[in-house]
């Protein structure tokens, strides 16, 4: 990054969104650009009037063409912005109380932290880095040297963010950048407390490895199943909610999912705490199956639960499959509602973005009425704090829970 070797010009009534500091501009706002900027270069923007509102880096082949970094006029975009950025972000989790007593945490949330398409996980010393647009591909140099000199990491790997990327028509990098090349076996131990987990962080996995954002409702959800209670985990993964219900006394756990390769690791981890005298008498089970079909079986006998955890994956990507998208929701938790004992809670998820959670909460009193269940919510969830919700950019919050007393 470097000084501005153009101008963006948006068109009449396109500035409100630039004007209230949202980091993305898209393409369909820009009336005309001066100069000859390349993809990556610095751009300044102006209103129809030429009056100056932001700087960022344009990307003319991507439908968000400018990332705005900076409503300052007098504040470059360099190295030294990045680096600095970079800096801040690790020292606020440093800082932040909820992060006490886990060696595993998000250090970078892309525009959440004033840097665009980096995302950063630390895993016990271990950081894994993802990149997701030209402006933080082409900074991939300046990351590795700020993240080594203000984490001082074991190991940096990259993975490869292959779909947000391919958006960008930028080339995926990836691969061990910084420190000792870690081999497939060895897993990294994390804890959040007491619980304790095995991340592979170079391969195979969701996201960076591990579901960070959702350390502290982990700990929430587990509350109601209790000491002896019983509890439904779906979209399992590696067992996340699982371990914490039975670090609190759960009598039995079942959790589903479709991978094997996840449900191996759930089932070490499920040994791990055990040999740490964590899981008390829990009676764990693993099922591999379509979370749809097993639930569809499990209604039709009849079983019910004292907790259903509904934590699937992203079913939305854009506005185009919200709908689609609605339907499988309301589907999901239509089942899981007749899961529930009553008396019983269902814990259900969203981390659809273009899911809000006004809209999360009307899906849910539809499947209520369709498994007519009364379903009251008790609580609300949301991400965890190292995934910061920036005021400006709404979307970055992404994830959304509802605990709800089913009767």
């Not at 082949?61 to 690790?90: F, H, Y």
């Not at 997701?132 to 993240?147: E, F, Q």
């Not at 449900?263 to 005298?277: E, H, I, S």
């Not at 998820?349 to 899911?355: L, M, Q, T």
Request: charged share 25%.
């Amino acid at each position: 990054m470097s000084e501005p070797t153009g101008n963006v010009i948006l068109k009449s009534g396109r500035d409100k969104s630039v004007r209230n500091r949202h980091p993305r501009l898209f393409s369909g706002a820009i009336k005309e650009i001066i100069g000859h900027p390349k993809d990556g270069d610095v751009v300044d923007v102006t209103d129809n009037r030429g009056a100056w509102l932001a700087r960022g880096i344009i990307n003319q082949q991507a439908q968000i063409a400018v990332r705005l970094m900076t409503w300052n006029p007098a504040e470059g975009l360099d190295d030294a912005l990045w680096s600095e950025r970079i800096q801040q972000a690790i020292s606020a989790r440093a800082r932040d109380p909820q992060l006490a007593g886990t060696n595993a945490q998000r250090l970078i949330f892309s525009e959440s932290d004033g840097l665009p398409g980096l995302i950063a996980d630390n895993y016990d010393g271990h950081i894994v880095v993802q990149i997701s647009t030209l402006a933080a591909s082409n900074m991939r140099g300046v990351t590795i040297s700020a993240l080594a000199a203000a984490a001082q990491p074991k190991v940096i790997y990259e993975r490869a963010d292959e779909e947000r990327l391919k958006h960008e028509r930028v080339s995926p990098g990836g691969g061990l950048v910084l420190g000792r090349q870690l081999e497939d076996n060895h897993p990294i131990e994390i804890h959040e407390r007491n619980v304790h987990y095995l991340v592979n962080v170079i391969g195979g996995g969701q996201k960076t490895g591990f579901y960070l954002d959702q350390r502290t409702n982990r700990a929430a959800v587990a509350r109601y199943a209790g000491r002896g209670g019983s509890m439904l985990n779906t979209f399992s993964y590696t067992g996340g909610f699982a371990l914490h219900a039975a670090m609190l006394g759960a009598g039995r756990v079942v959790n589903i999912d479709s991978s094997a390769d996840a449900l191996d690791v759930a089932q070490q981890n499920f040994v791990l705490n055990q040999m740490l005298g964590n899981t008390h008498a829990t009676e764990m089970e693993f099922v591999c199956a379509d979370v749809f079909d097993d639930l569809r079986q499990r209604r039709d006998r009849g079983e019910q639960f004292d907790v259903v955890v509904l934590d699937p994956p992203k079913f939305a990507h854009n506005p185009s499959q919200v709908d689609r998208a609605a339907r499988a929701y309301k589907d999901l938790n239509r089942l899981g509602l007749a899961l529930v004992r009553p008396g019983g809670v269902l814990a259900t998820f969203s981390c659809s973005g273009v899911i809000d959670a006004l809209l999360f909460q009307k899906i849910l009193f539809s499947a209520s009425i369709e498994a007519q269940r009364d379903a009251r919510i008790v609580e609300r969830l949301t991400q965890a704090s190292d995934h910061p919700v920036l005021l400006s950019f709404p979307e970055s919050e992404y994830l959304k829970g509802l605990i709800c007393r089913v009767s």
